[in-house]
């Protein structure tokens, strides 16, 4: 008698998926600077992705905060994709120390207009809003163009930190949600005594904010979702919650060793796997490959 044949599943990786531009260019940055030989020092974490810091750990590049640069050998420090406040800049140089910055371009030119916007509202007594998530090394660096003089508002909770009587300019922090801008734009119009005060720039990035459609999308259209990110990764926190939103069968998973075979039997007929902005596109493969293993072995 032949034995019954396994049911076929399709496994897909999300093509849009994994790094985005400023974090990909960061980490090339890095390897290409690893790769002439010595240890290279980033200040704070390059990804919020444990396997890719683990890898790059590896290679040569370590991780400081600004108060223990003291304790790198390295003559060179890497500024990560995030950008960082000008007094990071100040202190580097004061030590004596080389800057690769690998300031992701869409955060330096927001950067530049934060800080030519500061200059000019502060002639009429204005004030600049930054929605975002306090204490993000990007709304640091943001903050810091400002002399960390703007208001970093993250929900209605926060309005009562904005003058009401103040003419206002609003930038977000570039990974928050489009939707989210837009109820902290209605949110403010509310509180502002005029609304005409108010002056809003869309600096949300479009690779960015374009995967929250694209995701609700790619989780409808799969029976089982793996999404892949670190833990640390607020982006990947996010995204993962918009899979299940569509998809109740999503799974977060940070490594390949966190897979359930349970998830995979009986076997879906397809599954589909994506990930953070932070997610290598090899981690993505690493757990295809692992799902691919399972679903050929004898599942309990």
Same mark, same amino acid.
């Given at each position: 008698?032949?034995?019954?044949?396994?049911?076929?599943?399709?496994?897909?990786?999300?093509?849009?998926?994994?790094?985005?531009?400023?974090?990909?260019?960061?980490?090339?940055?890095?390897?290409?600077?690893?790769?002439?030989?010595?240890?290279?020092?980033?200040?704070?974490?390059?990804?919020?992705?444990?396997?890719?810091?683990?890898?790059?750990?590896?290679?040569?590049?370590?991780?400081?905060?600004?108060?223990?640069?003291?304790?790198?050998?390295?003559?060179?420090?890497?500024?990560?994709?995030?950008?960082?406040?000008?007094?990071?800049?100040?202190?580097?140089?004061?030590?004596?120390?080389?800057?690769?910055?690998?300031?992701?371009?869409?955060?330096?030119?927001?950067?530049?207009?934060?800080? *030519?916007?500061? @200059?000019? %509202?502060?002639? !009429?007594? &204005?004030?600049?809003?930054?929605? +975002? /998530?306090?204490?993000?090394?990007?709304?640091?660096?943001?903050?810091?163009?400002?002399?960390?003089?703007?208001?970093?508002?993250?929900?209605?909770?926060?309005?009562?930190?904005?003058?009401?009587?103040?003419?206002?300019?609003?930038?977000?922090?570039?990974?928050?949600?489009?939707?989210?801008?837009?109820?902290?734009?209605?949110?403010?119009?509310?509180?502002?005594?005029?609304?005409?005060?108010?002056?809003?720039?869309?600096?949300?990035?479009?690779?960015?904010?374009?995967?929250?459609?694209?995701?609700?999308?790619?989780? *409808?259209?799969? @029976?089982? %979702?793996?999404? !892949?990110? &670190?833990?640390?990764?607020?982006? +990947? /926190?996010?995204?993962?919650?918009?899979?299940?939103?569509?998809?109740?069968?999503?799974?977060?998973?940070?490594?390949?060793?966190?897979?359930?075979?349970?998830?995979?039997?009986?076997?879906?007929?397809?599954?589909?796997?994506?990930?953070?902005?932070?997610?290598?596109?090899?981690?993505?493969?690493?757990?295809?490959?692992?799902?691919?293993?399972l679903l050929s072995q004898d599942l309990p």
């Amino acid at each position: 008698m032949n034995a019954e044949r396994k049911p076929t599943t399709t496994i897909v990786i999300d093509a849009k998926s994994g790094f985005c531009f400023g974090v990909s260019k960061a980490i090339k940055t890095a390897e290409a600077h690893l790769q002439k030989g010595g240890e290279l020092t980033s200040l704070g974490d390059i990804v919020h992705n444990e396997e890719e810091i683990k890898r790059l750990r590896e290679k040569g590049l370590h991780s400081v905060g600004l108060s223990d640069l003291s304790t790198s050998n390295s003559p060179k420090v890497l500024f990560r994709a995030h950008g960082e406040p000008p007094s990071s800049y100040e202190t580097i140089k004061a030590a004596g120390k080389e800057i690769i910055d690998a300031t992701c371009p869409v955060v330096l030119k927001l950067q530049q207009r934060i800080f *030519k916007a500061w @200059q000019e %509202i502060k002639m !009429v007594k &204005g004030q600049i809003v930054i929605y +975002g /998530k306090k204490n993000h090394a990007e709304v640091i660096g943001l903050s810091g163009q400002t002399n960390n003089e703007a208001i970093v508002v993250q929900s209605s909770a926060d309005l009562h930190l904005v003058d009401a009587s103040k003419k206002t300019i609003l930038f977000a922090q570039t990974t928050m949600s489009q939707s989210g801008l837009e109820e902290m734009e209605g949110w403010l119009r509310a509180h502002l005594h005029n609304p005409q005060d108010l002056t809003v720039h869309k600096t949300i990035c479009a690779q960015v904010g374009n995967r929250v459609p694209h995701l609700k999308e790619f989780a *409808k259209q799969y @029976q089982v %979702i793996i999404f !892949v990110g &670190g833990r640390k990764s607020s982006n +990947g /926190k996010v995204l993962y919650e918009v899979c299940r939103s569509v998809n109740p069968h999503s799974h977060f998973v940070s490594g390949i060793e966190e897979i359930q075979p349970s998830w995979l039997n009986p076997a879906p007929a397809s599954i589909g796997i994506c990930g953070a902005t932070s997610t290598p596109q090899w981690l993505m493969e690493h757990v295809a490959e692992k799902v691919h293993s399972l679903l050929s072995q004898d599942l309990p």
